[in-house]
C-alpha cells in the first residue's frame, strides 16, 4: 500500500532514520518519504526504527493512503526529490 | 478537503513559514502540517508563502486527500502535534 512517512528525531538520530527509511521509501524532501510497502515491509521498517530511536522524544508519522489515485501532490518550489515519486 | 503540507526551507526561512502554515493549518511535526483547507485559503496560504520563500531552494509539498477515510496515520514515537489531529 502506498505511504507517506515523515519523522522527527534529536539530530543525532537523524542520519540512523535517514539511512534506514532510504531502504524502503523514496526520499523526497528533507524527513519526508513516500512508497510502496507491503505488510512486512512496514513491519520490519517500524522494528527497525524501534531499535534506533528514542520513542519517548522522537517521532515518525506514517499516513497508509487507501486510495492513492485520490491522493494528490502539489510542489511549490524546488522539487527535491526522486524525480518521479511515488504518489 | 483534507490536506497534509510539508516543507523544506533554508533555516533563515523556517519562522515565517511555520508562522504562516500555522494560520492555516494544524502543526503536528517538525515541517509537518495538516488540516482543512478551502480552494480560497490554499490560493492565500500558497501566495503568502511564496513572498516569503526562495523557490529556487525551498520546497513545499502538499497532499491534497480525496477521501481522508481512506487515510490511516500511524504514530511511533511521541505525539508532538495537535492531540485532535485532523486526519
Avoid: I
Amino acid at each position: 500500500m502506498k505511504r507517506g512517512l515523515v519523522y522527527d528525531t534529536a539530530v543525532e538520530r537523524n542520519p540512523a532514520a535517514l539511512r534506514t527509511c532510504r531502504q524502503y521509501l523514496h526520499w523526497v524532501q528533507r524527513s519526508v518519504f513516500e512508497g510502496d510497502l507491503s505488510a512486512a515491509q512496514h513491519r520490519s521498517l517500524f522494528a527497525a526504527l524501534r531499535q534506533q530511536l528514542d520513542l519517548s522524544y522522537d517521532s515518525v508519522r506514517v499516513y497508509r493512503m487507501g486510495s492513492p489515485h485520490l491522493v494528490e501532490v502539489e510542489t511549490l518550489g524546488a522539487e527535491l526529490g526522486h524525480p518521479d515519486s511515488v504518489l
